[in-house]
T-cell receptor, first 111, second 115 residues
Framework: DQQVKQNSPSLSVQEGRISILNCDYT??????FLWYKKYPAEGPTFLIS?????DKNEDGRFTVFLNKSAKHLSLHIVPSQPGDSAVYFC??????????FGKGTLLTVNP | NAGVMQNPRHLVRRRGQEARLRCSPV?????VYWYRQLPEEGLKFMVY????????ESGMPKERFSAEFPKEGPSILRIQQVVRGDSAAYFC?????????????FGEGSRLTVL
């Protein structure tokens, strides 16, 4: 039972263009959503989050959008840089410490 | 390095042996979480511990797996009588407060291979 789904295993974009990573969830009890970035052989690092009371949160080049009615969130990276190449995990929480992760999307930003 | 420290980074065990994974949280953090990532999967919650207490072990397999976070020393995830299906990356994370649940600090992981 996959409660957090990232349907695109991989995404390739050109440097300078926008990267859009998508995530869907099924559990209505989730009220806090996060994106983590992971390089090979390293642990995930927190990138950006959004509470269910908001529909957008922005931090520099990274923006997360939340559509509660569609149970969908997305991460926009503008402009994309080669250093952004990594696996991006979407995660969700129901107001507690337990995070439910998606399988991840491998983003490749080509120079 | 003030981050979460995990060791060993890589561990190879034969079926039936024991695996012990250690995690030292960020200095000042007293809440530790273990997650497991199976191949081609996302991270899955295993257990949440505070010093000397297991708060939530709902994600731990019922048998062969145990975790502790003693008053002194690192948190330990112990897997007895390992099987091939235990091969995975095991990540430890820490936080200062459980209300910081979203923004966990993760270690680099311990990659267990069972032959």
């Amino acid at each position: 039972d996959q409660q957090v789904k990232q349907n695109s295993p991989s995404l390739s974009v050109q440097e300078g263009r926008i990267s859009i990573l998508n995530c869907d969830y099924t559990n209505s009890m989730f009220d806090y959503f996060l994106w983590y970035k992971k390089y090979p052989a390293e642990g995930p690092t927190f990138l950006i989050s959004i509470s269910s009371i908001k529909d957008k949160n922005e931090d520099g080049r990274f923006t997360v959008f939340l559509n509660k009615s569609a149970k969908h969130l997305s991460l926009h990276i503008v402009p994309s840089q080669p250093g952004d190449s990594a696996v991006y995990f979407c995660a969700a929480s129901g107001s507690n410490y337990k995070l439910t992760f998606g399988k991840g999307t491998l983003l490749t930003v080509n120079p | 390095n003030a981050g979460v420290m995990q060791n060993p980074r890589h561990l190879v065990r034969r079926r039936g042996q024991e695996a012990r994974l250690r995690c030292s949280p960020v200095k000042g953090h007293s809440h530790v979480y273990w997650y497991r990532q199976l191949p081609e999967e996302g991270l899955k919650f295993m257990v949440y511990l505070q010093k000397e207490n297991i708060i939530d072990e709902s994600g731990m397999p019922k048998e062969r797996f145990s975790a502790e976070f003693p008053k002194e020393g690192p948190s330990i995830l112990r897997i007895q009588q390992v099987v091939r299906g235990d091969s995975a990356a095991y990540f430890c994370a820490s936080s200062r407060d459980p209300s910081d649940y979203g923004e966990l600090f993760f270690g680099e992981g311990s990659r267990l291979t069972v032959l």
